[in-house]
C-alpha cells in the first residue's frame, strides 16, 4: 500500500532525522502552495508600475480576509492530526478513519458556507477598509470572489493532507501539489495577460488559473483517498454524522480555530492599519512583497513543526511519554537552528528580496526596512510555533488559542496601532510592533509548554479497534 511504503518509523527512528524524513515533502508542498500566491504576486507586480502596484495592494488586502475564513476550518484539521496521529501510534486504525471521515464532513459542509458567505461580503467589506482606493477595492473583488468560489476544492485537498501528515505519509500530498502549482504557473500568465488564445482577464485571471488547478487537485486528492491508495482508506460510511465524534472534534478544534481565526483577523486589522499610514498603497505592496518573502521562509520552518505534531502525537498515542519529550527538544533546537540562518539571510539580502516582487523606489525603500525590522525577531517566532505543534499533536488546543490570542490581539495590534498612528511613526511603527510581538510571545510560550499539560493525550484506551 502506498501509504505504508512512505511511513517514517515514528516511533522508534533517530528522532532528528525523522522529523527531517516526515518535515521535508511538508516544506516543498508549503512552498508550492506559496508558489500560488508567488506566481500572482509576480506577474500581477509586473503589469505596469501603477497597475502593478494596485494589483499588489489589491491581493494583500485579500489574502488575510480569505485567510480568516480558513482559519476556522483549518483549526478542526488540527483537531484530526492529533484524533488520527494518536489513535495511529496506538494502532486503533479503524478509529483512525472514522475520525478521518467526520473531519471531511465537516470540510465539506463548512467550505460551501465559507464560500457563499465570502462571496456575498467582499465588496462591503473591501469597501470598507479601502476608503481612499476605490480601484484597488475593485480589483480586490474581483480577485477575492473568485478565491472564494475555489474554497470547496481547497477545503478538500486539505482534508487530505492533514490526515495523511497525521498518518505519516507528507510525500503524497507534495506530489499532488506540485502538479497543481505547476499548471498555475503556466496559466497564470496565459490568464492574466492574454497570450495566444487566451483572454486577457488581468487579475481575474490570476484568480481563475488558481481556482481550476485546486479543482484538479482536490479530484486526485479524493480518488487516492477513497480507493485505498494511501494509508487511509475513507469510506463514504466513515463520513456519515457521528454526533460523539463530532463533538470530539469540536471540542478540540474550536479553541484551535478560535486561535487561528483570531490571528487571521489580527491579520486583517493589521492590514486596516497599514492602509491608513502615509503612502498607504506603496506600505501595502511593500508588506506584500516583505510577507511573501517572509512566507517561503516560515513554511520551510512548518515543515519541522507539523512533523514535531504528527512525532509528538503518535508517540502520545502508543504511550512513549519519554520519547515525545525528547522530540519536543530536538524539535525546538532544529527550528531555531534554521530560523538563525533565516535571520541571517533576511539581514544580507532584505533589499534584493523586494525587488523581486517590484521596483517602485518607496515600496522598495519601505519593504527593505519591514524584512530589516522583523529578521529580529524571527528565532523567537520559531520557538513560539515549535510550542504550538507541541499542543496541535498532543490535542491540547485551548493553550494554543491563548498564545495565538496574546501575540496578535494582545501584543501586535495594539502595539502596531499605537506605534504607527498614535506615535505616528506610521508604517515604522507596524514592523517594530510585529517584532515586538514575537519576541515576548515567545517567552509567554515556553512559559506554557513548562507546565507539561501537553502530554497528557486525548484518546481513550478502551476505543474499538478495527484491524486490516
Given at each position: 500500500?502506498?501509504?505504508d511504503?512512505?511511513?517514517?518509523?515514528i516511533?522508534?527512528?533517530d528522532?532528528?532525522?525523522?522529523?527531517?524524513?516526515?518535515g521535508?515533502p511538508?516544506?516543498?508542498?508549503?512552498?508550492l502552495?506559496?508558489?500560488?500566491?508567488l506566481?500572482d504576486t509576480y506577474?500581477?507586480g509586473?503589469?505596469g508600475?501603477?497597475?502593478?502596484?494596485?494589483?499588489l495592494?489589491?491581493?494583500?488586502v485579500?489574502?488575510?480576509?480569505?485567510w480568516l475564513?480558513?482559519?476556522?476550518?483549518?483549526?478542526?484539521?488540527?483537531a484530526?492530526?492529533a484524533?488520527v496521529s494518536?489513535?495511529?501510534?496506538a494502532?486503533?486504525?479503524?478509529?483512525a478513519e472514522?475520525?478521518?471521515?467526520?473531519?471531511?464532513f465537516?470540510?465539506?459542509?463548512f467550505?460551501?458556507?465559507?464560500?457563499?458567505?465570502g462571496?456575498?461580503?467582499?465588496?462591503?467589506l473591501?469597501?470598507y477598509?479601502?476608503v481612499?482606493?476605490?480601484?484597488?477595492a475593485s480589483k480586490?473583488?474581483?480577485?477575492?470572489?473568485?478565491i472564494?468560489?475555489?474554497?470547496p476544492?481547497?477545503?478538500?485537498?486539505?482534508g487530505f493532507?492533514?490526515?495523511?501528515?497525521?498518518?505519516g505519509d507528507t510525500?503524497t500530498?507534495?506530489?499532488?501539489?506540485?502538479?497543481?502549482?505547476g499548471?498555475n504557473?503556466i496559466?497564470?500568465?496565459?490568464f492574466?495577460?492574454g497570450?495566444?488564445p487566451?483572454p486577457e482577464?488581468?487579475?481575474f485571471?490570476?484568480?481563475?488559473a488558481t481556482l481550476i488547478t485546486?479543482a484538479a487537485a482536490?479530484?486526485?486528492?479524493l480518488?487516492?483517498?477513497?480507493?485505498?491508495?494511501?494509508?487511509?482508506?475513507?469510506k463514504?460510511?466513515?463520513?456519515k454524522p457521528d454526533?460523539?465524534r463530532?463533538k470530539?472534534?469540536?471540542?478540540?478544534?474550536a479553541?484551535a480555530?478560535i486561535?487561528?481565526?483570531?490571528?487571521?483577523f489580527?491579520?486583517v486589522?493589521?492590514t486596516i492599519?497599514?492602509?491608513?499610514?502615509?503612502?498607504?498603497?506603496?506600505a501595502?505592496a511593500?508588506y506584500n512583497?516583505g510577507?511573501?518573502?517572509?512566507?517561503v521562509?516560515f513554511?520551510?520552518?512548518?515543515?519541522?513543526a507539523?512533523a514535531m505534531?504528527?512525532?509528538?502525537g503518535q508517540?502520545?498515542?502508543?504511550?512513549?511519554?519519554?520519547r515525545?519529550?525528547?522530540?519536543v527538544?530536538?524539535?525546538m533546537?532544529?527550528?531555531?537552528a534554521?530560523?538563525?540562518v533565516?535571520?541571517?539571510?533576511l539581514?544580507l539580502l532584505?533589499r534584493?528580496?523586494?525587488i523581486?516582487?517590484n521596483q517602485d523606489?518607496?515600496?522598495?525603500?519601505?519593504?527593505?526596512?519591514?524584512?530589516?525590522i522583523f529578521s529580529?525577531s524571527?528565532?523567537f517566532?520559531?520557538i513560539?510555533?515549535a510550542?504550538?505543534a507541541v499542543?496541535?499533536?498532543?490535542?491540547h488546543?485551548?493553550?494554543?488559542?491563548?498564545?495565538?490570542i496574546?501575540r496578535?490581539?494582545?501584543l501586535?495590534?495594539p502595539l502596531?496601532?499605537i506605534l504607527?498612528?498614535?506615535?505616528g511613526m506610521?508604517?515604522?511603527?507596524v514592523?517594530?510592533?510585529?517584532a515586538?510581538s514575537n519576541?515576548?510571545s515567545a517567552?509567554a510560550?515556553?512559559?506554557?509548554?513548562?507546565?507539561?499539560?501537553?502530554?497528557?493525550?486525548i484518546?481513550?484506551?478502551?476505543t474499538?479497534i478495527?484491524?486490516?
Amino acid at each position: 500500500m502506498l501509504g505504508d511504503r512512505k511511513k517514517p518509523d515514528i516511533l522508534n527512528g533517530d528522532i532528528v532525522p525523522t522529523l527531517f524524513i516526515i518535515g521535508w515533502p511538508i516544506m516543498i508542498e508549503s512552498l508550492l502552495q506559496i508558489s500560488y500566491n508567488l506566481a500572482d504576486t509576480y506577474w500581477l507586480g509586473n503589469m505596469g508600475k501603477e497597475a502593478g502596484k494596485e494589483a499588489l495592494a489589491a491581493t494583500q488586502v485579500s489574502w488575510p480576509l480569505v485567510w480568516l475564513m480558513l482559519s476556522i476550518g483549518t483549526g478542526f484539521g488540527i483537531a484530526a492530526i492529533a484524533l488520527v496521529s494518536q489513535h495511529t501510534g496506538a494502532k486503533q486504525l479503524g478509529e483512525a478513519e472514522l475520525d478521518a471521515g467526520q473531519l471531511y464532513f465537516f470540510f465539506i459542509v463548512f467550505s460551501i458556507l465559507v464560500a457563499s458567505l465570502g462571496f456575498i461580503i467582499t465588496p462591503y467589506l473591501l469597501d470598507y477598509i479601502l476608503v481612499d482606493s476605490p480601484e484597488v477595492a475593485s480589483k480586490g473583488t474581483i480577485f477575492m470572489r473568485t478565491i472564494f468560489i475555489s474554497q470547496p476544492f481547497m477545503f478538500m485537498f486539505m482534508g487530505f493532507s492533514f490526515i495523511l501528515r497525521a498518518w505519516g505519509d507528507t510525500l503524497t500530498p507534495m506530489i499532488i501539489t506540485a502538479v497543481s502549482v505547476g499548471a498555475n504557473i503556466i496559466l497564470d500568465p496565459l490568464f492574466i495577460y492574454g497570450v495566444g488564445p487566451f483572454p486577457e482577464w488581468g487579475i481575474f485571471g490570476a484568480a481563475f488559473a488558481t481556482l481550476i488547478t485546486r479543482a484538479a487537485a482536490a479530484i486526485i486528492a479524493l480518488y487516492l483517498l477513497f480507493n485505498g491508495k494511501v494509508g487511509i482508506n475513507l469510506k463514504l460510511e466513515n463520513m456519515k454524522p457521528d454526533l460523539k465524534r463530532l463533538k470530539k472534534l469540536f471540542k478540540i478544534g474550536a479553541p484551535a480555530s478560535i486561535g487561528n481565526s483570531g490571528t487571521a483577523f489580527g491579520f486583517v486589522v493589521l492590514t486596516i492599519i497599514i492602509a491608513r499610514v502615509h503612502s498607504s498603497d506603496a506600505a501595502l505592496a511593500a508588506y506584500n512583497a516583505g510577507d511573501r518573502v517572509l512566507g517561503v521562509m516560515f513554511v520551510l520552518m512548518g515543515g519541522l513543526a507539523i512533523a514535531m505534531s504528527t512525532m509528538v502525537g503518535q508517540n502520545l498515542g502508543a504511550n512513549k511519554i519519554e520519547r515525545a519529550e525528547e522530540v519536543v527538544k530536538k524539535g525546538m533546537i532544529s527550528i531555531g537552528a534554521l530560523m538563525g540562518v533565516f535571520t541571517i539571510a533576511l539581514f544580507l539580502l532584505r533589499r534584493e528580496f523586494i525587488i523581486i516582487f517590484n521596483q517602485d523606489p518607496e515600496v522598495i525603500r519601505l519593504g527593505t526596512q519591514f524584512l530589516l525590522i522583523f529578521s529580529l525577531s524571527m528565532p523567537f517566532f520559531g520557538i513560539f510555533r515549535a510550542a504550538n505543534a507541541v499542543f496541535e499533536g498532543s490535542g491540547h488546543t485551548k493553550y494554543m488559542m491563548g498564545l495565538d490570542i496574546l501575540r496578535l490581539w494582545g501584543l501586535r495590534v495594539p502595539l502596531a496601532f499605537i506605534l504607527a498612528l498614535y506615535l505616528g511613526m506610521q508604517s515604522t511603527g507596524v514592523w517594530i510592533g510585529m517584532a515586538l510581538s514575537n519576541i515576548i510571545s515567545a517567552g509567554a510560550a515556553i512559559f506554557v509548554l513548562s507546565r507539561g499539560k501537553w502530554k497528557e493525550k486525548i484518546i481513550q484506551e478502551d476505543t474499538v479497534i478495527k484491524k486490516r
